[in-house]
């Protein structure tokens, strides 16, 4: 049983580490603002839990660059349904960040997008 909890552990460690290191690299990519297309509520990733707020809204957005459309997502930090559900509504724009040499590879930072959600987002 404790070898099971010792691979979750390593598992979350690596997941952290690629998720940061892309990050670092999406720092220096080129802002692109994107329209978010949808939105959902789902249950939130283990990774953000907290007491009380067990949901987070999932938003997927599209932008275009050199004519071509490209997209992808963001998720927001811990909410509670209610709050999740009050808040996913809209066409607002998001600030992305995308890889000039694929585009279909984006980050959406969390100090890009401040002002323009009411919700905070989780890096990624």
Avoid at 39 to 55: F, K
Avoid at 79 to 105: C, F, M, Q, W
């Amino acid at each position: 049983m404790a070898g099971i909890f010792l691979i979750d552990a390593i598992s979350r460690k690596l997941r952290h580490r690629n998720r940061e290191k892309k990050l670092h690299l999406a720092a220096q990519w080129p802002l692109a603002q994107a329209e978010i297309n949808h939105w959902r509520v789902l249950p939130v990733d283990e990774e953000v839990a907290s007491m009380g707020a067990n949901y987070q809204v999932e938003a997927g957005f599209h932008f275009t660059q050199a004519g071509e459309y490209y997209g992808g997502y963001l998720r927001s930090v811990a909410l509670t349904h209610h709050e999740a559900e009050l808040k996913a509504k809209g066409s607002p724009l998001v600030t992305i960040r995308y890889n000039p040499a694929n585009p279909d590879e984006t980050a959406v930072l969390a100090e890009d997008n401040v002002d323009n959600l009411q919700f905070r987002i989780i890096s990624g």
